[in-house]
């Protein structure tokens, strides 16, 4: 019987054409009898040109496209597409570094693979998926994981059941679904840390600020930092490392506040220089001392998760960096991130620039950030670009 078709209707093609990876549910004229969510279909223009193979969901996001050629999506397909993947990692530093042994191994559309998210920590994969094609394919991907690790890993994970239920309505419950695990040291810059794999956030770590933590270790030096939104003291560490006078990490969670202490004592930092404190990071900046830090990092979570809730966003980053600029002390330095899909880069400058009018302070931009190498962006999805920060100095 073939593949399911799904027809465009006239003049939706552009998109597909131009080898973005959705296609909106607004796009499509016709579905084949009986398709369903998961199903790997091949979609055609309204003349009946075939364009791309992708998975369906009934929901905004309609399909999303894993090849726009077509051939036989077998195990061999998926072992080629992980396996270059593999390669990228390799040709990054990464596979086998004996000061960084935790990696994002699979990035979603960056990796032509939507919807899917494999982590590396050490001797353990966690697998995320984002769509109910790629959670059909989950032990076919695990088994491809340990051929390319020769069995060297320990297991892999499936942290799938948030994600799932968000995106698609799947319920599902995390798992092991080879081999098994408990909580790990991760290795990143020689940086030590406990990883909770099964309770932390994501995947366990925020893999995308590695070489935003070393930079920030750079600047730290000789500093009184203020880590915001801190989770497990990624942040933290790297500049307690360096050498910064002390650091305070603030996070709402009390569980990740524990975890960044542990995490400074795990890196034989003397634990006087580092304090964690459970508190809600605009109450906490709102009352401290102005200039009783120089340097402040925010890292908050993603604001906007669509389009209808991006003024919002962009309201509350600057709302936040001014109370930043404002607090920090004189030649201060601010290093500011978004992490939300749907503000561009273009709007969240526009946002620190606005913060920047209103604190009254000077402002100098000495560097801009993004996510690192093993989180490629897909040149023709400008989405896949979703983490954006700035080095500021602050007179």
């Known amino acids: 019987m073939g593949l399911p078709k799904i027809i465009l209707k006239p003049g939706k093609d552009m998109p597909v054409l131009r080898f973005h990876p959705w296609i909106f549910s607004g796009a499509i004229?016709?579905?084949?009898?009986?398709i369903k969510d998961g199903d790997?279909?091949?979609?055609?223009?309204?003349?009946?040109?075939y364009l791309a193979t992708g998975h369906f969901q009934d929901s905004s996001i309609a399909v999303k496209i894993i090849t726009f050629k077509q051939q036989e999506i077998d195990r061999n397909f998926w072992y080629s597409r992980i396996a270059a993947a593999f390669e990228l990692r390799k040709q990054l530093g990464l596979v086998g570094n004996p000061g960084t042994n935790c990696y994002r191994l699979v990035h979603n559309e960056g990796d032509s693979l939507p919807g899917l998210i494999i982590d590396i920590y050490d001797k353990t994969a966690v697998i995320q998926v984002h769509s109910a094609g790629m959670y059909l394919q989950r032990d076919t991907l695990a088994d491809i994981l340990l051929q390319l690790y020769d069995n060297k890993l320990g297991g892999v994970f499936n942290?799938?059941?948030?994600?799932?239920?968000?995106?698609?309505?799947?319920?599902?419950?995390?798992?092991?679904l080879r081999g098994s695990g408990s909580n790990c040291i991760?290795?990143?810059?020689?940086?030590r840390f406990a990883i909770d794999i099964e309770g932390g956030q994501k995947t366990g770590f925020f893999l995308d600020q590695r070489e935003n933590r070393a930079k920030a270790g750079t600047y730290g030096k000789g500093r009184k930092v203020l880590n915001m939104f801190s989770y497990t003291g990624g942040f933290s560490v790297y500049t307690?490392?360096?050498?910064?006078?002390?650091?305070?990490?603030?996070?709402?969670?009390?569980?990740?506040?524990?975890?960044?202490?542990e995490n400074v004592v795990l890196n034989g930092i003397n634990?006087?220089?580092?304090?964690?404190i459970a508190a809600d990071a605009r109450q906490y900046l709102e009352n401290i001392e102005t200039g009783a830090y120089d340097m402040i990092i925010l890292d908050p979570p993603a604001y906007a998760k669509n389009t209808a809730s991006r003024h919002n966003a962009i309201k509350g980053y600057t709302a936040l960096n001014v109370a930043a600029m404002r607090k920090i002390a004189s030649n201060g330095i601010l290093f500011t991130f978004s992490c939300s899909q749907v503000?561009?880069?273009?709007?969240?400058?526009?946002?620190?620039?606005?913060?920047?009018?209103?604190?009254g302070?000077?402002?100098?931009?000495?560097?801009?950030?993004?996510?690192?190498?093993?989180?490629?962006?897909?040149?023709?999805?400008?989405?896949?670009?979703?983490?954006?920060?700035?080095v500021l100095r602050v007179e």
């Open 186 to 191: 991760a290795l990143e810059n020689g940086c």
């Open 343 to 359: 503000v561009s880069r273009e709007q969240f400058n526009a946002a620190v620039a606005a913060s920047a009018i209103e604190s």
């Open 240 to 261: 307690l490392k360096a050498g910064a006078e002390f650091v305070h990490s603030v996070d709402s969670s009390a569980p990740a506040c524990k975890l960044a202490e």
């Open 159 to 176: 942290k799938s059941a948030e994600s799932l239920l968000k995106n698609t309505g799947v319920q599902t419950d995390n798992g092991w």
């Open 29 to 34: 004229d016709a579905v084949s009898e009986n």
């Open 271 to 276: 634990s006087n220089r580092h304090k964690a």
């Open 361 to 390: 302070r000077r402002v100098q931009v000495l560097e801009q950030l993004g996510q690192s190498g093993d989180h490629p962006i897909n040149i023709f999805q400008p989405e896949s670009e979703y983490l954006k920060g700035l």
């Open 40 to 49: 790997i279909a091949e979609v055609f223009s309204s003349r009946g040109k």
